[in-house]
């Protein structure tokens, strides 16, 4: 079962939230792509234990995986003057799929 959220997916059954990126997306400094952590808790709350993001770039489509036990060695940082602190997921702590 699939629980939509205004900024991704959640699947209910695998406890996977998925989430779209483009290349104006990813975080260059950071090396990888950013979630608020507004929308971590939220997504916590609901019991996620996999993040998935589904990168539409220009050289086709990737997916990278992290686990949610993962976000004890994640930092958060005020991006571009935003309100929330973004929490950065750097690609080499993402596992690649296939």
Do not use: W
């Amino acid at each position: 079962m699939i629980d939509k959220l205004e900024f991704g997916k959640i699947d209910t059954e695998t406890r996977e939230f998925i989430t779209t990126r483009r290349p104006e997306h990813f975080f260059k400094k950071g090396g990888g792509f950013c979630i608020s952590s507004s929308q971590i808790q939220e997504i916590l709350k609901k019991g996620v234990e996999k993040i998935r993001f589904v990168y539409f770039g220009v050289r086709g489509i990737k997916e990278y995986v992290i686990s949610v036990d993962k976000l004890n060695y994640l930092k958060a940082h005020f991006l571009n003057g935003a309100d929330d602190p973004q929490i950065i997921f750097p690609l080499k702590e993402m596992v690649e799929l296939k």
